[in-house]
């Protein structure tokens, strides 16, 4: 039996990938027969489209909407991805992969990466990617789903997905509707708000049609027509640390067969991403108009393309930050309404899905407890600022002074929050993930390895194990690992084999 305070109607103000996110996993939820969910958005009105690559947890959330896989990535288009490599960051000829994983296996509940911190002064170690299966595999162009059996170095295997964003949302449009969400064709031209609280009373559609709901989610992009125009919440912005302000996009024809990870390559004021998929690569350039011109960012990122354009190029123009609070009375921002971070850790749609995740387990009623807005509003900016900081080590953890990009970012101020995690693994290697973090240990490890930063020394406990032992299992691991690795599918034949889409041509 349900209570009286039960929501009866959810309004999604917008479509497109955060629209159709927030309408597929409300629906899985929320079958009680009772509650209603209404999806507006105008086909007029494009989307952004550029969030074509992932990371591991949207796993979890395709296991929640019921979604089998194979069908998935078939469906929008998508590979494999297992990682990001990043070129010319440290300095230029300079080369790192950031892997999904973990790296190697703790001895004796030692952290693996602390004997390779202190062996790899000592012996003649590989690279610690050498010691994570998905950087293994990602470099020999292969892949394979994790292995069940936790003692496999196949297990710790990590994946997610390069896909293509508007086939994406067209996929999760007919799993939504399928559930009963109701589309609503129309361009959301004002809103009402209820005089005794403040509270989104209903929105007015260019037809006319007043649409009243309980809970109104705002998905209305940078426009933030909700959270922003009606309801007035500001926008903190982050330009100072993460001065990137502008990308042009454009797609590419495929060459060859696709790699399963995304590039990431250093630019003079910014970067450029190639993310493979199974149709063509999506490809873009991220910089700083402060920096550089439309025009010269332009003419970079068609010079730097792998293959033809397949259409002409899309300039987006942002802001990174966040909302000053994200649920407001009864509207929740999720996706770009809410904040942006640029691509550079493919975080975008990861945010959509942490939002979504956070408003079901904080479910509200028709009461719409304080505390539980409060609650949502500070696990959601603690996320916002943990990837803000994780992007910015990117930049400030460089060797590069070459331009005046380079010189600005090497010697900014940065966070309190970022300089004490640069201090303490600078220290003896720690890294600790704090309360609802997003990056882990190996996620910092990698980054922090890849840009140079190299600890003091090591934690003292790894010198309680013989080095003999010590040094036969970081052998044992690698060798494991390459062979493994060795037997696997190409990212192509297995793509091939379980989930190829049909042909298209761009």
């Not at 989610?217 to 502008?246: E, M, N, S």
């Not at 910014?270 to 011109?293: A, D, K």
């Not at 990837?387 to 380079?406: N, Q």
């Not at 190996?442 to 922090?448: C, G, H, I, K």
Request: proline share 5%; glycine share 8%.
């Amino acid at each position: 039996m349900l209570s009286d305070e039960a929501l009866e109607t959810i309004v999604i103000v917008g479509g497109g990938t955060a629209g159709w996110m927030t309408a597929a996993a409300l629906s899985r939820i929320t079958a009680n027969g009772r509650t209603k969910i209404r999806l507006i958005e105008s086909d007029e009105i494009g989307t952004v489209g550029v969030g074509e690559a992932t990371i591991p947890p949207i796993n979890a959330f395709n296991q929640l909407l019921g979604i089998d896989e194979n069908e998935f990535v078939a469906a929008t288009q998508a590979t494999f991805k297992l990682g990001i490599e990043f070129v010319d960051w440290l300095r230029p000829g300079h080369a790192y992969m950031h892997p999904f994983g973990e790296f190697g296996l703790d001895i004796e509940a030692v952290k693996f990466y602390q004997f390779w911190l202190k062996y790899s002064r000592e012996q003649s170690i590989p690279p610690i990617e050498q010691f994570c299966m998905s950087a293994v595999a990602a470099r020999q162009g292969k892949f394979l789903t994790p292995g069940a059996d936790p003692r496999s170095v196949l297990s710790t295997l990590a994946y997610a997905f390069h896909f293509d964003a508007t086939l994406y949302a067209r996929y999760l449009r007919r799993l939504a509707e399928g559930r009963g969400v109701m589309r609503t064709e129309g361009k959301v031209v004002g809103t009402t708000l209820r005089g005794e609280d403040g509270f989104i009373d209903h929105v007015l559609l260019d037809s006319g049609e007043e649409i009243e709901g309980d809970l109104f989610i705002d998905c209305t992009g940078f426009r933030a027509l909700l959270i922003g125009k009606a309801l007035g919440v500001d926008y903190q912005d982050w330009t100072h640390w993460l001065p990137c302000d502008r990308a042009i996009a454009v797609p590419s024809h495929r060459r060859g067969d696709p790699i399963p990870y995304t590039k990431a390559m250093a630019r003079p004021a910014g970067w450029q991403w190639r993310i493979p998929l199974q149709h063509r690569t999506g490809n873009g350039h991220v910089y700083s108009s402060e920096f550089m011109c439309d025009e010269e960012a332009e003419r970079l990122l068609l010079e730097t393309l792998d293959a033809e354009p397949a259409a002409s190029p899309r300039q987006l123009r942002f802001t990174t930050g966040r909302r000053e609070r994200f649920w407001e009375k009864n509207c929740v921002a999720i996706g770009l309404s809410a904040g942006f971070m640029e691509p550079l850790e493919s975080t975008s749609i990861h945010l959509i899905q942490a939002g979504i995740s956070k408003l079901i387990a904080l479910m509200p009623d028709k009461s719409f407890a304080r505390v539980e807005r409060e609650e949502y509003n500070r696990l959601t900016a603690m996320q916002f600022e943990h990837i803000r900081d994780f992007l910015i080590l990117h930049y400030k953890a460089t060797e590069r002074e070459d331009t005046g990009f380079w010189r600005y970012v090497r010697h900014m101020d940065i966070p309190d929050t970022l300089q004490r995690k640069m201090d303490l693994f600078c220290s003896k290697g720690r890294i600790f993930r704090f309360e609802d973090e997003l990056f882990g240990e190996s996620n910092w490890l990698a980054v922090m390895l890849g840009q140079g930063l190299r600890p003091r020394t090591w934690d003292p406990m790894v010198d309680t194990i013989e080095p003999q032992k010590a040094l036969q299992t970081m052998q044992h691991i690698h060798r494991l690992m390459q062979d493994v690795a060795s037997k696997m599918p190409t990212h192509q034949a297995y793509i091939d084999r379980y989930c190829a889409a049909e042909k298209l041509t761009v």
